[in-house]
C-alpha cells in the first residue's frame, strides 16, 4: 500500500476560515420588488464599472424559500457581502434565511458584511419597529424560524454600514460613496503565503484572538516568537490575509531588519505612509520627521501593521513605538526571534511557534518531494529519517524535499548521510542570524550549551557555567533564551531545537583538524577525546572536556595517564561514563569542575592543587574521600561512612550526601560552613551522628529526609533567616527544639517518623510557614494518644498563624480536642489533610475555617459523626470511614462539592486507578470518566463514561457478590440495573473474571 497523507484535500490552506481567494468582491442581498430596477440595479452597475466583480441576483436564482445551491456557493465564495435593508426587506422570508446565511458564512471569518439602510431607521430593524415588526408577526403565524431571523436582523443593524433617506444629498453622490469604501477596502490585495503551507489552520486564529478584533478600545500588539526558519513570517502573512479587510489601512512591512541595514530607518517610514496612504513618494527628511508624520497622518486611523523580523529595539521605536500613534481598534503584529524586544517595547500578547508535528511534517516533505499525496513504500524509510533530522522545522523539510525531488531511495539516503554530518548551508545560515547577533561571551555559553550541557537542568547548567567562568552567567543563559536559541522543558530541562545544536557545534568545529583536536577549546565528541588521551595530544587551548560514551558502546581509554599534563587552562572535566586503563598521573591545577565517574584511583595526584575549584562530584566512587582544601560543591560520595572535618572549606556551597546509605556521622564542622546554602542528606539510612549545634548564615535548603536513623534535631545557634524549606520526613526524631524558631523565615516543613508521637508546639512560632505537613507513625493501638498535646503549648509561646495555608496532619493521633485548637491557631488554613487520625465527629466548629477548600478526612476508622462543614468547601474526599453513622451519611447528602475520588481497582491489578467525577446540579446527576494509569504512570484514556443516578456506596473488601454492594437511589432504580451499567461500562470484559470493586462510603464525595 502506498504512503499516503491523511489530508483531505490537495491543498490543506483552503478551509473557509483561512481562505483569501474568492469569485466574487462583492455578493448584494436585496429585495427584488423593491429596489431591483432602482437602486440596488444603479449600485450594481456603478460597481462594474469600478471592475470589481459583484454577484446580483439579475436572474433571480431564489425559487420558493430555499436558498438553492447556487446561491449558496455565491455567498460562501464572496469577499464582502452588502445587504441593501428597505422598508419591505422583512416581509421575504428568503430575504431572511439568505442574510442568516450570509452572517454565518461570512461576519467573523475575514470578510466583511455592510448593510445599508435604504430609507429605513436602523433602530427600526434593530428594535423590529414599523415594518420589521409587522413582517415579524405575520411570519410567527407561519414559520418555526422567526427567532433566528430576529437575532439576524438585530445583528446586522448593530454592524457599521451606511444610511440614505431622501432629502440628504443625491442618491447617485452616496452610490459612489460606497463604491469608493468598498474599492478601498478590496484594494488589499492578498500576499503569497507559502505555495504548500501546512499547519496553520489551527495557530491563525489562536494569534487572531490576540488582536482582539472585536475590540476598538486602543491598539492591540502582538508578538510572534520562534527560531530561525521556523515559520514566523508564514503565519504573520496568513493572518494579514484573513483579517486585512477589517482595517481603513494595512502594511505588511517583510524582512525589517534586513532593509533597516541596508536602507536605514527613514525607507521604513516611507514604506509604511505609502502602503497605507496610497500615495507614492512621501517626503521625509529625517527619522524623527517621520515618526511625526506617522503619528499625525495615522493618528485617527484603524490599521494593521504587520512588522516582519524586528532584530532592534530602534526599529520599532521609529515605527510604532506608541499605541496612540494609531487609530482605537488597530493592530499591530511583529514577528522576532527575540522575546526580549517585545518586553521592553511592552508587548504581552505574545505567541511562540514551535515546529510542525509528524504529520504535517510528513505533508510538506512528500510534497515538496513528489509533488503528490501518495508515495511509493519503499521510500517509507528514508521519509521517516529526514522527518526526525528535520525535527519540525519547515525550511529544513522544503530544502530536503526540493533537493530530493524525483531522486530515488539510494540517492535520499546518500544525501541524507551527508545532510547529518554537515549542515546544509542554506539552514545554517538562516539560523546563524541569531547567533551572530550574540556578543562575545553569549556565543561562548552558547557554544558551551550547544556541545556539552543541552539536557541539563537549567540550575546545573548555571552552576556550571558560574564555576566554569568564576562568575555568574544567568545573565547571558537569560538572553540566549530571549533569542529562542535554547529553552526549557519539563523540570526545567534545558534544551534546542535539534538543527539549533547541529549549527552550534558546526560553528565550534570550524577550526577543527582531523588529526589534531587538542587544539579545540571545547573537547565533546567522544572518538575526540579518546584520540586526545590516548595519542597525549593534549594542550593548553582546551577549556572543557565532556565525555559520553554512547550507551550502547562498553568503552575504555587506555591511556598512560599524562595527557592531562599540557591542559594548563582546563577548567572544566566532566566524565560521565566509561572505563580507564589507568589513573591519571596529573590533573590540571586550573581546574575549576571536576565531575569523574567511578574516579579510577583512591587517590587525587601529588601535584594537584587546585585553588580554584568549585564543584567536585564523584559519582559512584568507591574509595574515602580524597583531601581538599578548596571546594564549593560536593556531591555523590555514595560509598561513604564518615564526613570528616571540612571545617577548610570555607567556599563551600553545596554539600550533598543523598543515598549515602552507609554514611553514619558527619563532622561537627559541617555546621558552621560560612558560605554553605544546601545540605542535603536524604536517604542516609544509617546517619544517626548529625552536629548537634549548627549555625549556617546562608542555608537556603536542609534535606534530612529518609534518615530513618537519626534521633534528634540540632540546636539552632542563632537566628538563620535564609532557610526556606526543611524536609525531614521519615527519620527518627521524635521532637523539635525549641531554638527550632530560630528559622524564622522558613516557608515549608515536611516533617514525620515512626517516632513522631507529638505535634512539636514550636511550629506554632514560625511566623512565615504557609506550608506544614507532619506524618506519623501508624495509629494502630493508640485510640488514645494525644499528639495534639503540643498545640497546648502554641498557646504560651506564640499567636495565631497567618501564613499558613496548607496543613498536612497525617496518622498524628488527633482526637476530637484538636478542632477547638485548629481553628483558633490555623485560621486562614486552605487545605486541610487529617486522613488516618482518631478523632470521632467533626464538630460544627469547624465551619470557622472560612478560607478551606480542600479537606481531606480518608482512612479515619472512628470517624462517626458529621455535624458542620466549612462553607467555602469545593473539596471532600472521606474514604475508607467505616464508623460513619447514617446521620453522618445524611449531612453529606445535603452538600454540594465540587470534585470526588473514585478508586477503582480492577482485578488482578496492583495498581490504583483513578476515576474524577464531577457534578452537575447538586448530586442528583454524577459523571464519571474513567482513566487508568499504567506501569509508568501513564494515563490511559478510556473510551467510556459511567452516568449513573444518585449515589452508589461500595464496601472496602474485595468481592465479586452483588449483595455486597448497596445502592441509594431516590429514583429508586434497581440494584440489578445500576450494577450493570457499572460491570458494562467500567469493566467491559467483565465476563472473564469476577468484578472487583473498592471504595467508597459515603455520598457521591466518597
Same mark, same amino acid.
Not at 72 to 77: K, P, R, S, Y
Not at 107 to 120: A, D, M, Q, T, W
Not at 229 to 248: D, P, R
Given at each position: 500500500?502506498?504512503?499516503?497523507?491523511?489530508?483531505?484535500?490537495?491543498?490543506?490552506? +483552503?478551509?473557509?476560515?483561512?481562505?483569501? $481567494?474568492?469569485?466574487?468582491?462583492?455578493?448584494?442581498?436585496?429585495?427584488? %420588488?423593491?429596489?431591483?430596477?432602482?437602486?440596488?440595479?444603479?449600485?450594481?452597475?456603478?460597481?462594474?464599472?469600478?471592475?470589481? %466583480?459583484?454577484?446580483?441576483?439579475?436572474?433571480?436564482?431564489?425559487?420558493?424559500?430555499?436558498?438553492?445551491?447556487?446561491?449558496?456557493?455565491?455567498?460562501?465564495?464572496?469577499?464582502?457581502?452588502?445587504?441593501?435593508?428597505?422598508?419591505?426587506?422583512?416581509?421575504?422570508?428568503?430575504?431572511?434565511?439568505?442574510?442568516?446565511?450570509?452572517?454565518?458564512?461570512?461576519?467573523?471569518?475575514?470578510?466583511?458584511?455592510?448593510?445599508?439602510?435604504?430609507?429605513?431607521?436602523?433602530?427600526?430593524?434593530?428594535?423590529?419597529?414599523?415594518?420589521?415588526?409587522?413582517?415579524?408577526?405575520?411570519?410567527?403565524?407561519?414559520?418555526?424560524?422567526?427567532?433566528?431571523?430576529?437575532?439576524?436582523?438585530?445583528?446586522?443593524?448593530?454592524? +457599521?454600514?451606511?444610511?440614505?433617506? =431622501?432629502?440628504?444629498?443625491?442618491?447617485?453622490?452616496?452610490?459612489?460613496?460606497?463604491?469608493?469604501?468598498?474599492?478601498?477596502?478590496?484594494? =488589499?490585495?492578498?500576499?503569497?503565503?507559502?505555495?504548500?503551507?501546512?499547519?496553520?489552520?489551527?495557530?491563525?486564529?489562536?494569534?487572531?484572538?490576540?488582536?482582539?478584533?472585536?475590540?476598538?478600545?486602543?491598539?492591540?500588539?502582538?508578538?510572534?516568537?520562534?527560531?530561525?526558519?521556523?515559520?514566523?513570517?508564514?503565519?504573520?502573512?496568513?493572518?494579514?490575509?484573513?483579517?486585512?479587510?477589517?482595517?481603513?489601512?494595512?502594511?505588511?512591512?517583510?524582512?525589517?531588519?534586513?532593509?533597516?541595514?541596508?536602507?536605514?530607518?527613514? %525607507?521604513?517610514?516611507?514604506?509604511?505612509?505609502?502602503?497605507?496612504?496610497?500615495?507614492?513618494?512621501?517626503?521625509?527628511?529625517?527619522?524623527?520627521?517621520?515618526?511625526?508624520?506617522?503619528?499625525?497622518?495615522?493618528?485617527?486611523?484603524?490599521?494593521?501593521?504587520?512588522?516582519?523580523?524586528?532584530?532592534?529595539?530602534?526599529?520599532?521605536?521609529?515605527?510604532?513605538?506608541?499605541?496612540?500613534?494609531?487609530?482605537?481598534?488597530?493592530?499591530?503584529?511583529?514577528?522576532?526571534?527575540?522575546?526580549?524586544?517585545?518586553?521592553?517595547?511592552?508587548?504581552?500578547?505574545?505567541?511562540?511557534?514551535?515546529?510542525?508535528?509528524?504529520?504535517?511534517?510528513?505533508?510538506?516533505?512528500?510534497?515538496?518531494?513528489?509533488?503528490?499525496?501518495?508515495?511509493?513504500?519503499?521510500?517509507?524509510?528514508?521519509?521517516?529519517?529526514?522527518?526526525?533530522?528535520?525535527?519540525?522545522?519547515?525550511?529544513?523539510? $522544503?530544502?530536503?524535499?526540493?533537493?530530493?525531488?524525483?531522486?530515488?531511495?539510494?540517492?535520499?539516503?546518500?544525501?541524507?548521510?551527508?545532510?547529518?554530518? %554537515?549542515? !546544509?548551508?542554506?539552514?545554517?545560515?538562516?539560523?546563524?542570524?541569531?547567533?551572530?547577533?550574540?556578543?562575545?561571551?553569549?556565543?561562548?555559553?552558547?557554544?558551551?550549551?550547544?556541545?556539552?550541557?543541552?539536557?541539563?537542568?537549567?540550575?546545573?547548567?548555571?552552576?556550571?557555567?558560574?564555576? =566554569?567562568?568564576?562568575?555568574?552567567?544567568?545573565?547571558?543563559?537569560?538572553?540566549?533564551?530571549?533569542?529562542?536559541?535554547?529553552?526549557?522543558?519539563?523540570?526545567?530541562?534545558?534544551?534546542?531545537?535539534?538543527?539549533?545544536?547541529?549549527?552550534?557545534?558546526?560553528?565550534?568545529?570550524?577550526?577543527?583538524?582531523?588529526?589534531?583536536?587538542?587544539?579545540?577549546?571545547?573537547?565533546?565528541?567522544?572518538?575526540?577525546?579518546?584520540?586526545?588521551?590516548?595519542?597525549?595530544?593534549?594542550? @593548553?587551548?582546551?577549556?572543557?572536556?565532556?565525555?559520553?560514551?554512547? @550507551?550502547?558502546?562498553?568503552?575504555?581509554?587506555?591511556?598512560?595517564?599524562?595527557?592531562?599534563?599540557?591542559?594548563?587552562?582546563?577548567?572544566?572535566?566532566?566524565?560521565?561514563?566509561?572505563?580507564?586503563?589507568?589513573?591519571?598521573?596529573?590533573?590540571?591545577?586550573?581546574?575549576?569542575?571536576?565531575?569523574?565517574?567511578?574516579?579510577?584511583?583512591?587517590?587525587?595526584?601529588?601535584?594537584?592543587?587546585?585553588?580554584?575549584?568549585?564543584?567536585?562530584?564523584?559519582?559512584?566512587?568507591?574509595?574515602?574521600?580524597?583531601?581538599?582544601?578548596?571546594? +564549593?560543591?560536593?556531591?555523590?560520595?555514595?560509598?561513604?561512612?564518615?564526613?570528616?572535618?571540612?571545617?577548610?572549606?570555607?567556599?563551600?556551597?553545596?554539600?550533598?550526601?543523598?543515598?549515602?546509605?552507609?554514611?553514619?556521622?558527619?563532622?561537627?564542622?559541617?555546621?558552621?560552613?560560612?558560605?554553605?546554602?544546601?545540605?542535603?542528606?536524604?536517604?542516609?539510612?544509617?546517619?544517626?551522628?548529625?552536629?548537634?549545634?549548627?549555625?549556617?548564615? @546562608?542555608?537556603?535548603?536542609?534535606?534530612?529526609?529518609?534518615?530513618?536513623?537519626?534521633?534528634?534535631?540540632?540546636?539552632?545557634?542563632?537566628?538563620?533567616?535564609?532557610?526556606?524549606?526543611?524536609?525531614?520526613?521519615?527519620?527518627?526524631?521524635?521532637?523539635?527544639?525549641?531554638?527550632?524558631?530560630?528559622?524564622?523565615?522558613?516557608?515549608?516543613?515536611?516533617?514525620?517518623?515512626?517516632?513522631?508521637?507529638?505535634?512539636?508546639?514550636?511550629?506554632?512560632?514560625?511566623?512565615?510557614?504557609?506550608?506544614?505537613?507532619?506524618?506519623?507513625? !501508624?495509629?494502630?493501638?493508640?485510640?488514645?494518644?494525644?499528639?495534639?498535646?503540643?498545640?497546648?503549648?502554641?498557646?504560651?509561646?506564640?499567636?495565631?498563624?497567618?501564613? #499558613?495555608?496548607?496543613?498536612?496532619?497525617?496518622?498524628?493521633?488527633?482526637?476530637?480536642?484538636?478542632?477547638?485548637?485548629?481553628?483558633?491557631?490555623?485560621?486562614?488554613?486552605?487545605?486541610?489533610?487529617?486522613?488516618?487520625?482518631?478523632?470521632?465527629?467533626?464538630?460544627?466548629?469547624?465551619?470557622?475555617?472560612?478560607?478551606?477548600?480542600?479537606?481531606?478526612?480518608?482512612?479515619?476508622?472512628?470517624?462517626?459523626?458529621?455535624?458542620?462543614?466549612?462553607?467555602?468547601?469545593?473539596?471532600? +474526599?472521606?474514604?475508607?470511614?467505616?464508623?460513619?453513622?447514617?446521620?453522618?451519611?445524611?449531612?453529606?447528602?445535603?452538600?454540594?462539592?465540587?470534585?470526588?475520588?473514585?478508586?477503582?481497582?480492577?482485578?488482578?491489578?496492583?495498581?490504583?486507578?483513578?476515576?474524577?467525577?464531577?457534578?452537575?446540579?447538586?448530586?442528583?446527576?454524577?459523571?464519571?470518566?474513567? $482513566?487508568?494509569?499504567?506501569?509508568?504512570?501513564?494515563?490511559?484514556?478510556?473510551?467510556?463514561?459511567?452516568?449513573?443516578?444518585?449515589?452508589?456506596?461500595?464496601?472496602?473488601?474485595?468481592?465479586?457478590?452483588?449483595?455486597?454492594?448497596?445502592?441509594?437511589?431516590?429514583?429508586?432504580?434497581?440494584? #440489578?440495573?445500576?450494577?450493570?451499567?457499572?460491570?458494562?461500562?467500567?469493566?467491559?470484559?467483565?465476563?472473564?473474571?469476577?468484578?472487583?470493586?473498592?471504595?467508597?462510603?459515603? =455520598?457521591?464525595?466518597?
Amino acid at each position: 500500500m502506498a504512503l499516503q497523507s491523511t489530508s483531505s484535500s490537495a491543498h490543506p490552506f +483552503s478551509s473557509s476560515s483561512i481562505r483569501y $481567494e474568492w469569485k466574487y468582491d462583492v455578493f448584494i442581498s436585496f429585495r427584488g %420588488h423593491d429596489t431591483r430596477y432602482g437602486f440596488t440595479g444603479n449600485l450594481y452597475n456603478t460597481l462594474l464599472k469600478k471592475g470589481i %466583480h459583484t454577484f446580483f441576483d439579475a436572474e433571480e436564482l431564489q425559487s420558493g424559500e430555499e436558498i438553492t445551491p447556487a446561491l449558496l456557493n455565491a455567498i460562501q465564495n464572496s469577499r464582502i457581502a452588502i445587504i441593501v435593508l428597505s422598508s419591505k426587506y422583512a416581509h421575504s422570508s428568503f430575504c431572511l434565511e439568505e442574510l442568516v446565511h450570509i452572517l454565518d458564512c461570512i461576519k467573523g471569518n475575514g470578510r466583511l458584511v455592510l448593510p445599508i439602510f435604504y430609507e429605513v431607521d436602523p433602530s427600526d430593524v434593530r428594535c423590529l419597529k414599523e415594518g420589521f415588526g409587522e413582517a415579524m408577526a405575520k411570519h410567527e403565524k407561519r414559520y418555526n424560524k422567526v427567532d433566528k431571523w430576529k437575532k439576524a436582523l438585530h445583528q446586522v443593524a448593530n454592524l +457599521s454600514g451606511y444610511h440614505f433617506k =431622501h432629502g440628504d444629498g443625491y442618491q447617485h453622490k452616496f452610490i459612489e460613496n460606497i463604491v469608493e469604501d468598498i474599492s478601498r477596502k478590496i484594494s =488589499h490585495v492578498p500576499l503569497p503565503v507559502a505555495d504548500f503551507p501546512v499547519g496553520l489552520e489551527s495557530r491563525v486564529p489562536q494569534v487572531i484572538s490576540l488582536l482582539e478584533m472585536e475590540s476598538t478600545d486602543g491598539v492591540h500588539m502582538v508578538g510572534i516568537h520562534g527560531i530561525g526558519g521556523i515559520g514566523k513570517t508564514t503565519l504573520a502573512l496568513a493572518i494579514y490575509n484573513v483579517v486585512a479587510n477589517n482595517f481603513e489601512g494595512v502594511c505588511f512591512l517583510e524582512s525589517v531588519r534586513e532593509k533597516s541595514q541596508k536602507h536605514g530607518l527613514m %525607507h521604513l517610514q516611507k514604506d509604511l505612509l505609502c502602503k497605507i496612504l496610497g500615495k507614492e513618494g512621501v517626503h521625509i527628511i529625517g527619522v524623527n520627521e517621520g515618526t511625526s508624520q506617522i503619528q499625525c497622518r495615522l493618528g485617527q486611523m484603524k490599521v494593521l501593521l504587520v512588522l516582519d523580523d524586528v532584530d532592534d529595539s530602534k526599529q520599532l521605536q521609529a515605527i510604532a513605538e506608541e499605541t496612540d500613534w494609531f487609530g482605537g481598534g488597530s493592530g499591530v503584529i511583529i514577528t522576532t526571534r527575540d522575546t526580549h524586544l517585545l518586553k521592553l517595547h511592552g508587548v504581552e500578547r505574545t505567541y511562540y511557534v514551535q515546529g510542525l508535528d509528524r504529520e504535517d511534517s510528513f505533508k510538506l516533505l512528500i510534497w515538496k518531494a513528489f509533488k503528490t499525496k501518495t508515495v511509493c513504500p519503499s521510500y517509507a524509510d528514508v521519509i521517516n529519517r529526514a522527518i526526525t533530522y528535520a525535527s519540525g522545522h519547515p525550511l529544513a523539510l $522544503e530544502l530536503i524535499g526540493s533537493n530530493l525531488f524525483g531522486k530515488e531511495v539510494q540517492v535520499w539516503e546518500s544525501a541524507l548521510d551527508q545532510f547529518e554530518k %554537515h549542515l !546544509d548551508d542554506k539552514i545554517h545560515k538562516i539560523l546563524r542570524v541569531s547567533f551572530d547577533a550574540l556578543g562575545r561571551q553569549e556565543q561562548s555559553v552558547f557554544l558551551d550549551i550547544a556541545c556539552c550541557f543541552k539536557g541539563h537542568s537549567l540550575e546545573k547548567i548555571t552552576d556550571l557555567l558560574q564555576a =566554569h567562568y568564576g562568575r555568574s552567567m544567568k545573565y547571558h543563559i537569560e538572553v540566549l533564551l530571549e533569542k529562542s536559541l535554547i529553552k526549557t522543558i519539563q523540570y526545567d530541562k534545558v534544551t534546542m531545537h535539534d538543527l539549533i545544536e547541529d549549527m552550534g557545534k558546526e560553528i565550534d568545529n570550524l577550526e577543527k583538524s582531523a588529526e589534531m583536536p587538542g587544539k579545540l577549546r571545547r573537547l565533546w565528541f567522544y572518538k575526540d577525546i579518546v584520540k586526545v588521551l590516548e595519542d597525549n595530544q593534549g594542550s @593548553s587551548t582546551i577549556e572543557i572536556i565532556y565525555l559520553e560514551f554512547p @550507551s550502547f558502546k562498553d568503552a575504555e581509554v587506555k591511556w598512560d595517564g599524562t595527557a592531562f599534563k599540557e591542559m594548563k587552562n582546563l577548567k572544566t572535566l566532566i566524565i560521565k561514563n566509561g572505563c580507564f586503563s589507568k589513573s591519571p598521573k596529573h590533573l590540571p591545577n586550573s581546574l575549576r569542575v571536576l565531575e569523574w565517574r567511578k574516579y579510577p584511583s583512591e587517590y587525587f595526584p601529588p601535584d594537584f592543587q587546585p585553588e580554584m575549584l568549585c564543584i567536585l562530584k564523584l559519582p559512584d566512587y568507591v574509595y574515602p574521600l580524597p583531601k581538599l582544601d578548596s571546594l +564549593s560543591k560536593a556531591s555523590k560520595l555514595v560509598s561513604l561512612k564518615e564526613i570528616p572535618d571540612l571545617s577548610g572549606l570555607h567556599s563551600l556551597q553545596e554539600l550533598s550526601l543523598e543515598g549515602c546509605r552507609n554514611l553514619v556521622t558527619v563532622d561537627n564542622s559541617v555546621g558552621f560552613l560560612p558560605k554553605l546554602q544546601i545540605l542535603n542528606a536524604y536517604g542516609c539510612e544509617e546517619l544517626s551522628y548529625f552536629p548537634p549545634v549548627i549555625q549556617l548564615p @546562608s542555608l537556603e535548603d536542609l534535606y534530612l529526609s529518609g534518615c530513618s536513623s537519626l534521633e534528634y534535631f540540632p540546636e539552632i545557634q542563632q537566628e538563620m533567616e535564609n532557610v526556606k524549606s526543611l524536609h525531614l520526613s521519615n527519620t527518627g526524631i521524635k521532637d523539635l527544639p525549641f531554638s527550632f524558631r530560630n528559622l524564622s523565615r522558613l516557608k515549608s516543613l515536611y516533617l514525620g517518623g515512626e517516632e513522631m508521637c507529638k505535634m512539636p508546639s514550636v511550629i506554632g512560632m514560625m511566623p512565615q510557614l504557609s506550608y506544614c505537613h507532619v506524618e506519623g507513625g !501508624d495509629n494502630e493501638g493508640r485510640v488514645s494518644g494525644k499528639l495534639e498535646e503540643g498545640f497546648q503549648g502554641m498557646f504560651t509561646h506564640s499567636v495565631p498563624s497567618q501564613n #499558613l495555608t496548607s496543613l498536612f496532619l497525617e496518622n498524628t493521633n488527633l482526637s476530637n480536642d484538636f478542632f477547638p485548637l485548629a481553628v483558633a491557631w490555623f485560621p486562614n488554613v486552605e487545605r486541610l489533610d487529617l486522613r488516618g487520625n482518631n478523632f470521632t465527629i467533626l464538630p460544627e466548629c469547624i465551619q470557622q475555617f472560612c478560607f478551606l477548600k480542600d479537606l481531606r478526612l480518608k482512612d479515619c476508622p472512628h470517624l462517626r459523626d458529621i455535624r458542620g462543614l466549612p462553607p467555602n468547601l469545593e473539596y471532600l +474526599s472521606i474514604v475508607n470511614c467505616k464508623s460513619l453513622s447514617p446521620r453522618a451519611k445524611r449531612v453529606l447528602l445535603n452538600q454540594t462539592v465540587d470534585d470526588i475520588i473514585i478508586h477503582v481497582k480492577p482485578p488482578g491489578e496492583k495498581r490504583w486507578n483513578h476515576a474524577l467525577p464531577h457534578c452537575e446540579q447538586g448530586w442528583n446527576h454524577v459523571e464519571v470518566t474513567y $482513566e487508568g494509569l499504567d506501569a509508568w504512570c501513564e494515563t490511559i484514556r478510556s473510551e467510556f463514561i459511567v452516568k449513573e443516578i444518585g449515589m452508589h456506596v461500595v464496601n472496602e473488601k474485595d468481592t465479586s457478590i452483588v449483595e455486597d454492594i448497596r445502592f441509594t437511589d431516590p429514583y429508586k432504580m434497581t440494584e #440489578l440495573i445500576v450494577m450493570m451499567m457499572m460491570v458494562s461500562l467500567v469493566f467491559p470484559n467483565h465476563k472473564k473474571h469476577p468484578l472487583l470493586l473498592v471504595k467508597v462510603c459515603g =455520598h457521591c464525595s466518597v
